[in-house]
């Protein structure tokens, strides 16, 4: 089937998740061709999206777009779908995706798959469910879909070689009704969700003052910043890093837990995680049982020395 | 003279007094989406087919996104306008009736139900979608996801279909003589945004507070109207199949704590994770 690819820019680059979307793209074209396309002017070469499998790039470089606004760029997506011949619009289950892709479905009158977490055998896609508690299978019984792809599903894969970027005119770009008045920037160059390595504290670190042993490890393993819900319900951290079944879901390559028992309800917002270490003073604490790797100790003795530990490591390999 | 100009600049001061708080105060209408989910300390299990969630022993309760953070963001700019309405909907059967109640004791002031079992996100918002169309509400708030299915798309297809902007993730919301002014999470940051015109926000934390409702609350939720709306026809896009629970995990290895260059080794060469 023909694929186009929505691809997101993030400070004018296409995300970190882009390349990841283009080798799925490809694996589920099949026979059929892999179109990406960009709303927005881009501060990168765009033409290297064709090294992960796009046969096609189209791009939409007007100031309109500058300021992201679902509706518009949902609208502009289904006519790419229309203009490009496509069965399937993919693009990644994150902020901007989960705004997105509601609306190419309801404009296109296609079948959602919100969050796949893998390649559909036939038309049935992998999903998570009950925020991570469980798995499930969402068959799609229209010809027309939309997928969005949880961010570490696939390994991206290198297939193709650069393409030409086509300037690409819609019939109109519809008007914005959201008019930004500030943007407001965090210091962690890691969003949560896309982020390999995650590095997390609960109440165990006993106040904000101690989170620099969370930061010195994260820093040191190029990982983002999380924490548990009651840290984040007083304050000592924001929202936007809790992680668990109320916070965000993540699934990254390695999770590290310090200070964190694993209530039911953190676990099912990390458990999909590759490799989790578990740092806490209780040996009985339930988050062993979802671990790795367990460490029974003291968080403020342990982290400084993983901390140095993953020095070592990287001096080593250097 | 004198009396004269005092008593024209108290009727100027009345009526600037006057202007502002009709400036100020506006009648809100607002719809809050709600809907049913399991607990959240809920052991997940499956009926034999997989296709269900087995509902033996499941205790629950309104989705903690909707109810904590968009219906008590709701209440508060209604309460601040000090006057206007807060209408919950949901898409359910008469099982959900207990929830709906919930939600009535909360504060909200009336609830329409549209009777029917949801099968998917878009199934909820094309059946709230024309229910909606026409009706005069400000605008509409959803909770950023159900904890069920995780989808977070039902504001945005309820958007869609309305042709209304779709904010999703709002932080902060401050309405203001029809002028919505809101904090996004844009992933990486936040951005403050103004809207004008109806619009439909999903809420996230930081938005309000939960409420716990009192026991005037919970005696007003009885006498409060629940309307009950027959559904549209709809033609499913996509099925739920094949629930499972995840694998457990093998035994979890112990590492000394004095010896985290055995667990950065293990990461690097067993879970290569480094």
Redesign the interface.
Same mark, same amino acid.
């Given at each position: 089937m023909n694929v186009l690819v929505y691809i997101d820019l993030?400070n004018g680059r296409p995300r970190k998740s882009s390349a990841e979307l283009l080798t799925y793209a490809q694996k589920l074209s099949g026979a059929g061709s892999v179109t990406a396309l960009v709303l927005g002017h881009s501060l990168e070469d765009l033409s290297a999206l064709g090294s992960f499998g796009a046969q096609r790039i189209l791009q939409v470089s007007t100031p309109e777009l500058t $300021?992201?606004?679902?509706?518009v760029f949902?609208q502009l997506i289904s006519e790419a779908a229309q203009f490009t011949g496509s069965q399937a619009v993919l693009l990644s289950f994150? $902020?901007?995706g989960?705004?997105?892709?509601?609306?190419v479905?309801?404009?296109w009158s296609?079948?959602?798959?919100?969050?796949a977490t893998g390649l559909p055998q036939g038309t049935?896609y992998p999903v998570?469910?009950?925020?991570?508690?469980?798995?499930?299978?969402?068959?799609?019984?229209?010809e027309k879909i939309v997928v969005a792809l949880t961010p570490n599903s696939i390994p991206s894969e290198k297939n193709g070689s650069s393409v030409a970027v086509e300037s690409w005119i819609p019939s109109e770009i519809p008007a914005?009704?959201?008019?930004?008045?500030?943007?407001?920037?965090?210091t962690?160059?890691?969003?949560l969700?896309e982020a390999e390595?995650v590095v997390s504290g609960g109440r165990g670190l006993k106040g904000p003052e101690n989170w620099g042993l969370i930061e010195d490890l994260a820093k040191e393993?190029g990982a983002a910043t999380a924490c548990s819900r009651p840290v984040?319900d007083i304050g000592w951290r924001p *929202? *936007?890093e $809790?992680v668990g079944?109320?916070?965000i =879901?993540i699934r990254p390559?390695?999770y590290i837990a310090a200070g964190i028992s694993g209530a039911?309800?953190h676990l099912a917002g990390v458990?999909?995680s590759?490799?989790?270490?578990?740092i806490n003073t209780d040996a009985e604490a339930p988050f062993?049982?979802?671990?790795?790797?367990?460490?029974?100790?003291?968080a403020f003795?342990?982290l400084p020395?993983?901390t140095?530990?993953?020095k070592?490591?990287k001096a080593d390999q250097a | 003279m004198q009396k004269y100009r005092l008593k024209r600049d108290l009727c100027t001061f009345v009526l600037h007094v006057l202007g502002h708080a009709k400036s100020k105060k506006s009648v809100m209408n607002i719809l809050v989406c709600i809907a049913k989910a399991?607990d =959240?300390?809920?052991?997940?299990k499956?009926n034999s087919e997989g296709n269900a969630?087995d509902g033996n022993g499941v205790t629950w309760i309104v989705n903690?996104?909707d109810e904590w953070y968009a219906l008590v963001r709701a209440l508060e700019l209604k309460e601040a306008a000090g006057q206007g309405k807060v209408t919950i909907v949901t898409v359910g059967t008469a099982d959900d009736d207990s929830i709906v109640r919930k939600a009535l004791a909360v504060g909200a002031d009336e609830a329409f139900r549209i009777n029917l079992s949801p099968e998917?996100?878009?199934s909820v918002?094309e059946q709230i979608a024309p229910w909606a169309k026409g009706q005069p509400f400000d605008f509409i708030l959803t909770g950023k996801e159900t904890?069920?299915?995780?989808?977070?798309?039902?504001?945005?297809?309820l958007?869609? *279909?309305l042709?209304?902007?779709?904010?999703?993730?709002i932080?902060k919301l401050n309405v203001e003589n029809g002028r919505a002014?809101m904090f996004r999470?844009?992933?990486?940051?936040?951005?403050?945004?103004?809207?004008?015109?109806p619009?439909v926000a999903s809420a =996230?934390?930081?938005l309000a507070e939960q409420r716990i409702p009192n026991m005037r609350g919970i005696m007003a939720a009885r006498t409060k109207p629940i309307t009950v709306v027959e559904p549209q026809s709809y033609s499913?896009?996509?099925?739920?199949?094949?629930?499972?629970?995840?694998q457990e995990?093998?035994a979890?290895?112990?590492?000394d704590?004095?010896n985290?260059?055995e667990?950065?080794r293990?990461? *690097?060469s067993e879970?290569k994770?480094?």
């Open positions: 993030q $300021h992201f606004d679902g509706l949902g994150d $902020h901007s989960k705004a997105i892709a509601p609306v479905a309801a404009k296609a079948g959602l798959v919100a969050g049935r998570k469910a009950f925020s991570g508690k469980a798995l499930a299978k969402v068959n799609v019984l229209t914005s009704k959201i008019k930004v008045l500030s943007v407001n920037k965090n962690t160059d890691i969003p969700p390595k393993l984040s *929202h *936007h $809790h079944q109320t916070g =879901t390559n390695l039911i309800q458990n999909s590759k490799t989790i270490v578990v062993f049982k979802a671990a790795d790797y367990g460490v029974v100790g003291d003795e342990v020395k993983l140095q530990a993953i070592k490591f | 399991p =959240t300390t809920t052991k997940i499956f969630l903690p996104s998917s996100a878009a918002a904890i069920d299915f995780n989808g977070s798309v039902v504001g945005g297809l958007a869609a *279909h042709d209304w902007p779709y904010i999703p993730l932080e002014t999470d844009i992933g990486g940051g936040t951005e403050e945004i103004e809207v004008n015109g619009f =996230t934390k930081g499913a896009k996509i099925e739920y199949l094949e629930f499972t629970l995840p995990k093998g979890c290895k112990i590492i704590p004095n985290m260059d667990l950065v293990l990461l *690097h879970a994770a480094l």
